[in-house]
C-alpha cells in the first residue's frame, strides 16, 4: 500500500495531476472503442474500410467537419444544462423533450412571428429567444413539480419528453398547427421551410464549410457557465442546495427558488440547442426532429462529471462518432447503432466506476 | 357506445395494460426491497427482442419465450451488479443499460433481418378461460387474451401471497424500509437485493416478450417505446402496492387503447394527443396524487454496511 501511496505522490507534481476523474472516462472511452472494433470484425465488415468510413465522415472534407461541430454545439449545450442542474444534484433527462419544444417555438415564430424583416440579426435571434423561453418552461414544470410535490425530477423530465416529441408529432401533423399547406393528399407531415434570414448565418459564409454562429455562441455559453458555477454566489447557491438542502435553507437559500432556476436553466439551455439544430441545419420542422440528441447530451454531461470542458470535450467526441457512424453505414454498411452500443457501454463503465473515483480521490 | 365496442375497448386496454402490469409488479417487488431499475425499459426491450428471434428461428413461440427470459438475466445481474456491489447511480446505470440494449438490439436485428424486417414470427396462443369466456360478446372480446397474460396473473398472485404472509415478504419489505434490521437478524441485504432485481428482470422478460411474440408476433427497433417508464410511473401512482399499481396499469392500457376506439366511434381527437395521453396521465399521476412518504424509505440509495 506504501508503495502505491508513494508512487502516488510522485505522479501529483503541481503542473501535472493524472487524475481518475480524468483518466477513468478515458478508459472508458477507449474500452467501448475496442468493443465497437471487435463488433466491427464480428459482423463481416474490413476493420480498416470501416475506420477509413469513419474518419471520412468527420474530418474527410470541410462540410463533414462543420457537420460535426454543429451537432457538437447541440450535445454541449444539453450538456451544459445537465451539469448546471446537476450541481444542485438534480438530473435533468428531459432534453430530448426540451429540444422538441425549442424547435417547435422556434418554428413557429420563425414562420409566423413576421420577423423575416426585421434588422440587426433579429430575424434569427427572436426565434432562438422564444426556444429559449420554450425550453425553460418544460424545464420549470419539472421544478415544479418537484417543490410542490416532491416528484422526482428524473421521472417527470422523462415523462415531459415524450409529451415533447409527441407534440412536436402533433405540430407537424396538424395543418391548424404547423403543418405546411395540404395541397394533395402527398403533402409531407411536416412544416414550411423558415425564410433565409431567419436561418443562422454561417461563420464563413461558405457553404462548402457550413459552421454555424452556434459555435461561437455555445463557446460564450460555456464562458458564461463556468464563471456562474464557479465564480458567483448563484454557484454557490446551487452547490448549497445540492449538498445539503436543510442546511441552505438554515442560511437563507430558498429550496424552490434554486430548484426551479437551475431546471429552467437547463430546459433552457435544451431549447436553445433545438433552436440552433432548427434554424442552423434543419430548416424544416419534421417528425423525429429530435432525433436523441438530448439523450447524448446527457451522456456528455454525465461524462463531463461536472465540468465545462470535459462536456466540450466529449460533446465533440459524440460530434465526430454521430457523423462518423453515418458515413460507416453509408459507405461500409456498419449500422450507426453501434454507436449507440458504444454509448451505452461509456456510460454504464463511468457509472460503475463511479465508487472507485470517488474512494480514489478522498485518499489523495 | 355500444355494449360490443365497450367490450373490445375493454378488451384491448387489458391486452395494452398487459406488459405495464408485468413489468411494474416486478419493478414494484424491486423498489419495495430499495432498489430503482430504470433499465426496466431495456430488459423488456432485450427479451421482446430474444424472444422474437428464438420462436422465428425455431418456429416455437415457447421455445422463443424461454430465450427471452434467459436473455434478460445477464442484464439484470449487471443492473445488480452496479447498484448494489458497484453502489452506482442507479438512474445512470439504469438509463447507460437502457442505450446499450437498444444499440445492441437495433444492431442485431439488422443483422439478422437485414433493413427489410417484417419476417413472420410465429406468436403465442390465445385461451379463453372457461365459465368467464363463455358470457356472450363480452367473453370473447374482454377475455380471449395470451395465456401469458394469464399465467402472469397467476404469478402475481403468488407475489401478493408471498409478499404479505411470508418471511421472504418481511425480509423484502424490510430491505428496502430497514435494511440495518435485516443486516442485523443475519440476512444479507445484498443477497435479497440481487434477488428482487432479477425477479424484476424476470417479469420485464415476460412483458417483452408480450409485447413481441404475444401482442403483435413481430420485432421493431426500440419497439419498447417507453413502456419499462410507463410501468415505473405506474409503480408510483399505485404506492407501492399491488392493487394500486394494477389499476394504474389499467388506467394507463386504456388512455392506450382510445387511440384506436375513439376514431372508430368518429370522435375527432388529434391522433397525437392520444399517443401523448398515458404520459400526460403518469406525469399527473407522479406530480400530483401522491406524496414522496409513500416511498419505500431507501429507495434509490446504494446499501453499505
Known amino acids: 500500500m506504501t508503495t502505491l501511496d508513494q508512487q502516488n505522490s510522485l505522479d501529483r507534481g503541481p503542473r501535472f495531476t493524472l487524475r481518475p476523474s480524468l483518466f477513468v472516462p478515458i478508459a472508458a472511452v477507449a474500452f467501448a472503442a475496442a468493443v ?21 465522415g468527420t474530418i474527410g472534407s470541410p462540410y463533414a467537419l462543420a457537420a460535426s461541430l454543429n451537432r457538437a454545439c447541440v450535445f454541449a449545450l444539453v450538456g451544459f444544462g445537465f451539469v448546471l442542474a446537476n450541481r444542485a444534484n438534480l438530473t435533468n433527462v428531459g432534453g430530448e423533450g426540451q429540444i422538441a419544444v425549442g424547435g417547435i417555438a422556434a418554428t413557429a415564430v420563425a414562420l409566423y412571428g413576421h420577423v423575416a424583416d426585421l434588422p440587426l440579426g433579429l430575424a434569427f435571434i427572436l426565434p432562438m429567444l422564444a426556444a429559449v423561453i420554450a425550453g425553460a418552461l418544460w424545464g420549470a414544470l419539472a421544478a415544479v413539480l418537484k417543490v410542490k410535490s416532491g416528484t422526482n425530477e428524473v421521472i417527470s423530465t422523462l415523462l415531459l419528453s415524450f409529451i415533447g416529441v409527441w407534440l412536436l408529432y402533433w405540430c407537424v401533423q396538424s395543418p391548424a398547427l404547423l403543418r ?10 411536416e412544416s414550411l421551410e423558415i425564410p433565409d434570414a431567419t436561418q443562422l448565418p454561417l461563420l464563413t459564409g461558405d457553404y462548402g464549410f457550413p459552421v454555424h454562429i452556434g459555435l461561437p455562441l455555445t463557446l460564450l455559453i460555456a464562458l458564461v457557465v463556468g464563471v456562474l458555477l464557479a465564480k458567483t454566489i448563484f454557484g454557490v447557491r446551487l452547490r448549497a442546495v ?17 430548484v426551479i432556476v437551475a431546471l429552467a436553466g437547463a430546459g433552457a439551455l435544451g431549447g436553445l440547442a433545438g433552436a440552433l439544430m432548427l434554424l442552423g441545419e434543419q430548416h424544416t420542422l419534421k417528425d423525429g426532429f429530435s432525433s436523441g440528441y438530448g439523450f447524448d447530451g446527457l451522456v456528455a454531461g454525465l461524462l463531463s462529471r461536472g465540468s465545462i470542458p470535459g462536456v466540450i470535450a466529449a460533446s465533440l467526441l459524440f460530434g465526430f462518432m454521430r457523423s462518423g457512424g453515418i458515413n460507416m453505414e453509408m459507405v461500409a454498411a456498419v449500422p450507426t447503432a453501434l454507436v449507440v452500443v458504444i454509448q451505452g457501454l461509456i456510460v454504464i463503465t463511468l457509472a ?7 474512494k480514489w480521490e478522498r485518499r489523495t | 357506445m ?7 375497448f375493454l378488451g384491448s386496454s387489458i391486452r395494452l395494460a398487459a406488459p405495464l402490469l408485468l413489468a411494474g409488479i416486478g419493478e414494484m417487488v424491486s423498489e419495495r426491497a430499495g432498489v430503482l431499475n430504470m433499465s426496466i425499459e431495456g430488459m423488456m426491450l432485450m427479451s421482446a427482442f430474444a424472444s422474437a428471434v428464438g420462436a422465428w428461428a425455431t418456429g416455437d413461440p415457447l421455445v422463443g419465450l424461454l430465450i427471452g427470459i434467459v436473455s434478460v438475466v445477464p442484464v439484470s445481474l449487471l443492473q445488480a451488479f452496479l447498484s448494489n456491489t458497484l453502489r452506482a447511480n442507479q438512474i445512470v446505470s439504469g438509463i447507460g443499460i437502457n442505450i446499450l440494449v437498444l444499440g445492441a438490439t437495433t444492431l442485431a436485428y439488422r443483422e439478422i433481418f437485414g433493413a427489410r424486417s417484417r419476417a413472420e414470427i410465429p406468436g403465442l396462443a390465445k385461451i379463453k378461460p372457461p365459465l368467464l ?11 380471449e387474451q395470451v395465456w401469458l397474460l394469464y399465467a402472469g396473473i397467476g404469478i402475481i398472485i403468488i407475489t401478493a401471497l408471498v409478499l404479505r404472509f411470508t418471511s421472504l415478504g418481511l425480509a423484502i419489505h424490510a430491505a428496502g424500509a430497514e435494511p440495518k434490521a435485516v443486516d442485523k437478524s443475519g440476512l444479507s441485504v445484498t443477497a435479497v437485493r440481487y434477488g428482487v432485481v432479477v425477479f424484476a428482470g424476470f417479469m420485464a422478460s415476460l412483458a417483452g416478450a408480450f409485447l413481441s411474440i404475444g401482442d403483435i408476433h413481430t420485432f421493431t427497433e426500440g419497439m419498447t417505446r417507453g413502456a419499462g417508464y410507463l ?33 372508430a366511434l368518429g370522435v375527432n381527437v388529434p391522433n397525437a394527443l392520444l399517443i401523448m395521453l398515458p404520459y400526460l396521465l403518469a406525469l399527473l399521476a407522479v406530480g400530483g396524487l401522491v406524496g414522496r412518504q409513500m416511498a419505500p424509505a431507501t429507495l434509490g440509495e446504494p446499501y453499505r454496511r
Not at chain 2, 401512482?237 to 376506439?261: D, M
Open chain 1, 180 to 189: 405546411k399547406p395540404m395541397t394533395s393528399s402527398a403533402t409531407l407531415p
Open chain 1, 242 to 258: 445540492g449538498l445539503n438542502p436543510v442546511a441552505a435553507h438554515r442560511a437563507g437559500i430558498s429550496y424552490a427558488k434554486t
Open chain 1, 36 to 56: 465497437g472494433l471487435a463488433l466491427i470484425a464480428a459482423i463481416g465488415v474490413s476493420v480498416p474500410d470501416a475506420i477509413e468510413a469513419f474518419v471520412d
Open chain 1, 352 to 358: 460503475g466506476a463511479a465508487l472507485f473515483i470517488e
Open chain 2, 231 to 263: 410501468a415505473i410511473a405506474s409503480v408510483i401512482f399505485g404506492k407501492w402496492r399491488i392493487g394500486g399499481t394494477t389499476l394504474a396499469c389499467l388506467l394507463f392500457g386504456a388512455a392506450t387503447a382510445l387511440q384506436f376506439q375513439l376514431p
Open chain 2, 2 to 8: 355500444t355494449w360490443e365496442l365497450f367490450a373490445v
Open chain 2, 133 to 143: 369466456g363463455d358470457i356472450p360478446i363480452i367473453g370473447p372480446a374482454v377475455f
